[in-house]
C-alpha cells in the first residue's frame, strides 16, 4: 500500500520555467491537498480538491495551478516559476467523515534560481 | 494565517526524559490532531482529540484539550532518540473539516 506517491522527490528550475508537481493515492480518498513548507511557517494551504471534478484557493494559491485528473491524482502547476516559489511542497488526501486524519506524501523540494 | 501556535519552538532534552509541548489557538475548534515530521518526510497523524474531549493516550503520548484556555498538550514519556522530529498541531473549526496547522516543535532527544 503506497499510500500519497509526489514526484519528482527534488527539482531544481530556473526563474520562468514552468513544471508540474504530481501526487497519486491508493486510498480511495475523496479529498486532496497542496501544502507548501517553509522554514518557521508551517503548513501552509495552497489548493484543495474536496471531491472529484472540483478544487478550491487556500490560503496562498497565487502563481499556482491544480488539477483534479480524477479520483486518484491531483497536480500541481507553476506556470512561471519565481525564487519566492522555492519550498517544500506536500500533497494529502483526506477520507470522507468528520475528524478523521490527512495522510501526507513525502513531499517535493522545489528550488527555484 | 496560523490558527495554532507550538510552543517552545524547540526542546533539546535526553533519552528517558518526558517531552511536553504545547499549542495554543484562537477560536472554537471541532477537533485537534497532533502530527509528526522526520526529517525529510511527510507529516504523520500521532492523535487526534474532539472538542468534547479533555484527554487522550496512545501508548507514549498523551494528549489534553482545556477549551476553556484554548490549548492543547502533548506530552511524550519515556523518550527516545527516534523521538527525534518536529511536531505540529492542526485545528479544525467550524464547518471546515480542513485542519490548519501552526509553526510546530522542534524536539531533539539526545542519547
Known amino acids: 500500500n503506497a499510500g500519497v506517491t509526489q514526484t519528482p522527490k527534488f527539482q531544481v528550475l530556473k526563474t520562468g520555467q514552468s513544471m508540474t508537481l504530481q501526487c497519486a493515492q491508493d486510498?480511495?480518498?475523496?479529498?486532496m491537498y497542496w501544502y507548501r513548507q517553509d522554514p518557521g511557517m508551517g503548513l501552509r494551504l495552497i489548493y484543495y480538491?474536496?471531491?472529484?471534478?472540483?478544487?478550491d484557493k487556500g490560503e496562498v494559491p497565487n502563481g499556482y495551478n491544480v488539477s483534479r485528473l480524477n479520483k486518484r491524482e491531483f497536480s500541481l502547476r507553476l506556470e512561471s516559476a519565481a525564487p519566492s516559489q522555492t519550498s517544500v511542497y506536500f500533497c494529502?488526501?483526506?477520507?470522507?467523515?468528520?475528524?478523521?486524519?490527512?495522510?501526507f506524501g513525502d513531499g517535493t523540494r522545489l528550488s527555484i534560481l | 494565517s496560523q490558527q495554532g501556535e507550538e510552543d517552545p519552538q524547540a526542546l533539546s532534552i535526553q533519552e528517558g526524559e518526558n517531552a511536553t509541548m504545547n499549542c495554543s489557538y484562537k477560536?472554537?475548534?471541532?477537533?485537534l490532531q497532533w502530527y509528526r515530521q522526520n526529517s525529510g518526510r511527510g507529516l504523520v497523524h500521532l492523535i487526534l482529540?474532539?472538542?468534547?474531549?479533555r484527554e487522550k493516550h496512545s501508548g507514549r503520548l498523551r494528549v489534553t484539550l482545556d477549551t476553556s484556555k484554548k490549548s492543547s498538550s502533548l506530552l511524550i514519556t519515556a523518550s527516545r532518540a527516534a523521538d527525534t522530529a518536529s511536531y505540529f498541531c492542526?485545528?479544525?473549526?467550524?464547518?471546515?473539516?480542513?485542519?490548519?496547522f501552526g509553526r510546530g516543535t522542534s524536539l531533539i532527544v539526545h542519547p
Open positions: 492542526a485545528t479544525s473549526s467550524g464547518g471546515s473539516y480542513i485542519p490548519t
Open positions: 486510498m480511495n480518498h475523496n479529498s
Open positions: 480538491s474536496a471531491s472529484e471534478g472540483t478544487t
Open positions: 494529502a488526501s483526506l477520507p470522507t467523515g468528520a475528524g478523521q486524519p490527512q495522510h
Open positions: 477560536t472554537s475548534i471541532n477537533n
Open positions: 482529540i474532539r472538542s468534547n474531549e
